[in-house]
């Protein structure tokens, strides 16, 4: 008999770092329940990715905003994040052509110290 694994919900934006709150219309399964005419229950869920695989995890009403407002908050995070890295390569590369025109600069200024009569 297979049992099912307990879903907790993430209690830090690092476990939330690849994750976010959708909404998902679903049908429970109850012969006489409104979703068997087509009328669908909206649930909300947590989606993340651990280990590769991508993990649904059911939210209650009352934790949507506030997790909503936590998924919102490492998004921007890893935006920042994003962004920072992409300055930092900028300024590596600046600093890596300045070397090089000094190093440059520093050759053609011995070779022409050399060819100098004394």
């Known amino acids: 008999m297979k049992t099912k694994s307990v879903k907790v919900l993430p209690k830090t934006t690092d476990e939330i770092a690849n994750g976010g709150v959708y909404i998902q219309r679903v049908r429970c399964g109850k012969a006489n329940c409104k979703c068997a005419r087509g009328e669908t229950h909206t649930g909300?869920?947590?989606?993340?990715?651990?280990?590769?695989?991508?993990?649904?995890?059911?939210?209650?009403?009352?934790?949507?905003?506030?997790?909503?407002?936590?998924?919102?908050?490492?998004?921007?995070?890893?935006?920042?994040?994003?962004?920072?890295?992409?300055?930092?390569?900028?300024?590596?590369?600046?600093?890596?052509?300045?070397?090089?025109?000094?190093?440059?600069?520093?050759?053609l200024h011995k070779e022409n110290y050399k060819n100098e009569p004394s």
């Open 44 to 107: 909300y869920y947590f989606f993340t990715r651990r280990n590769g695989k991508l993990i649904k995890t059911y939210i209650r009403k009352a934790d949507v905003d506030a997790l909503t407002e936590i998924a919102k908050q490492a998004s921007f995070n890893r935006a920042q994040k994003r962004l920072s890295a992409k300055e930092s390569n900028k300024l590596i590369r600046r600093l890596r052509e300045s070397i090089r025109d000094y190093e440059t600069m520093t050759k």
